[in-house]
């Protein structure tokens, strides 16, 4: 320390900076962010309209129609429930998948580090790429699998093309990409667990399918909703693998949210509806993800022993 | 774990097989696909047995495809180039703009941090094609549509919280007694986050260098295409 008066000037612009600075800090990123805010509000405002790209000229505020139309339209009601259905078989199965594959590689063991870092292959690939990848496997004439389902008895069967089968074979492909993800984050979960309480039971003779459900599901619950929520948040907005596959179709079979929204936009150029559409799965992805954080949040300060 | 059972033995064995298979069926798959010519993938039934073939990856990076209708121009590299561009920048402008920002957050709770980080997460999860679609028409009206300005702007959204979200968490779990230490010793506000924060954090850096810059590369970046599928320049 050089001298008092320059100990008394640090300290002073230590107390100055101390108030401006996270705001001069976070200005730019924020500035940066700030832009998407004008595009977000356009949208809302578009829900609020009639707007045709076909019939500029009958553009005007109809206030809530679109949203009240939505009430007695089947598409809507078939978007929804589509969506949800989507999102709640991938997010169901994906997380029993992850918990099993996690638990099978659960002991460090080089063949088991192998293996985890290789199922993380289908995560790197970009999912439209996927669903390309299992569009070339399940075409009906060259395809692998459609010549594996041959085999097994299923002749003829027609994958992402046939009504019936198309939902399974998105979800297919939505598991072959994400389940990695969620086995990753129980796998480093499962491997921080305190091994105490293990020993304890083990040494109690207490059977294992009571240590699972009584000790290891318990203490693995924060990891679990962290997956679930990160995956229903993505799920519910799923575009890429479905629109890749299948477009939406067959008819309206997969229109789920996003892939509504944009056909909307580009085939039937009706912008008021799209927007409407949109700013309602909005509303359900911001209280996702409010849940999502506020969750987050007071695990990271129970990690920090803050509360 | 300790009494395993030649019967559990097998079980695991087998279903960690099949767990394998499944996943990494579909890229062995592929792999020998780009391998092939035409003729042979479109076999039925489909087979193994075939010669191998370079032509495919030649075609990529000669950006000729010669086939028996013609030849056929593609312009791999020079998208290959524009992803690598577009990562490579957009993670490096979101770091630029990020790590000060996450510092701000982790070191101070000022009015509204709280609200200003979760508003800046909460881009992350909004559906993309609500802000995307009036971005277009604007980007159009403004000359940024089909520009890596307005590109890696774009991405921002997607990379400034991630890396914000993590960058801070990092920070948080340092003391900042080191810090105060630091400052208390005469130094100024920058040289204690450049020589004592920056290199604290810096062990957790390759997490929220890589996975921004895969994001761009998979996620909106697909999504950005099929909106614009003459994005090249």
């Known amino acids: ?307 | 774990m300790e009494t395993t059972s030649t019967f559990e033995k097998i079980f695991r064995g087998t279903a960690l097989t099949l767990v394998v298979l499944f996943f990494m069926f579909p890229i062995f798959w592929i792999f020998l696909m780009s391998f092939q010519t035409n003729e042979t993938i479109l076999r039925i039934p489909p087979s193994v047995v075939f010669t191998p073939t370079f032509e495919n990856y030649q075609a990529l990076i000669t950006g000729k495809l010669t086939s028996a209708a013609g030849t056929l121009d593609i312009a791999f590299m020079r998208n290959l180039g524009n992803s690598v561009f577009l990562s490579v920048a957009s993670v490096a402008v979101a770091l630029v703009l990020g790590v000060p920002a996450a510092y701000a957050f982790a070191r101070h709770k000022f009015r509204g941090s709280e609200d200003i980080a979760f508003t800046l997460l909460s881009f992350r999860f909004a559906p993309p094609l609500l802000v995307l679609l009036p971005l277009t028409q604007y980007f159009q009206w403004l000359g940024l549509s089909d520009t890596y300005f307005g590109l890696i702007w774009v991405y921002q959204l997607i990379c400034l919280p991630l890396i914000l979200w993590i960058v801070r968490g990092y920070f948080e779990d340092i003391s900042a007694d080191v810090e105060y230490a630091y400052r208390i010793a005469g130094h100024s506000w920058f040289a204690t986050f450049r020589k004592i924060a920056l290199p604290l954090a810096g062990p957790g850096s390759p997490l929220p260098v890589c996975l921004p810059s895969s994001l761009p590369g998979t996620t909106l970046s697909s999504r950005w295409c099929l909106h614009r599928p003459t994005s090249s320049r």
């Open chain 1, 1 to 307: 320390m050089a001298s008092t008066a320059n100990q008394r000037k640090a300290a002073s612009g230590f107390r100055i900076s101390r108030k401006a600075l996270p705001y001069v800090l976070s200005l730019p990123a924020l500035l940066v962010c700030i832009g998407i805010l004008v595009p977000f509000l356009t949208a809302v405002v578009y829900s609020f309209q009639r707007y045709r790209l076909s019939q500029p000229w009958a553009r005007q505020f109809n206030w809530g129609d679109n949203y009240i139309n939505f009430m007695s339209d089947p598409g809507f009601w078939n978007t929804l429930k589509i969506s949800l259905i989507y999102a709640g078989t991938t997010v169901t199965l994906e997380l029993l998948l992850g918990l099993g594959i996690a638990l099978l590689l659960q002991r460090r063991s080089t063949l088991n580090n192998f293996v985890s870092i290789m199922l993380l292959m289908p995560l790197m690939t970009a999912p439209a790429l996927a669903a390309l990848m299992w569009k070339l496997m399940t075409n009906p004439g060259f395809g692998i699998l459609s010549y594996f389902a041959g085999l097994i008895g299923l002749q003829d069967f027609r994958w992402a093309s046939s009504p019936d089968t198309a939902l399974l074979t998105v979800v297919l492909v939505d598991i072959w990409v994400y389940t990695p993800f969620i086995m990753i984050l129980l796998l480093a979960g499962l491997r921080s667990l305190p091994t105490q309480p293990f020993e304890a039971a083990a040494l109690d003779g207490v059977p294992r399918t009571f240590v699972f459900f009584r000790i290891t599901l318990p203490m693995l619950t924060p990891y679990i909703l962290t997956a679930t929520l990160f995956r229903l948040l993505d799920s519910i907005q799923q575009f890429d693998i479905i629109y890749a596959m299948t477009q939406g179709g067959p008819g309206d079979t997969l229109t789920v949210f996003q892939v509504e929204a944009y056909l909307n936009f580009f085939q039937s150029t009706n912008v008021g509806r799209s927007a409407a559409l949109m700013v309602i799965l909005w509303a359900i992805t911001y209280f996702l993800s409010n849940v999502f954080i506020k969750h987050w949040l007071r695990l990271r300060e129970r990690a920090r022993g803050e509360s």
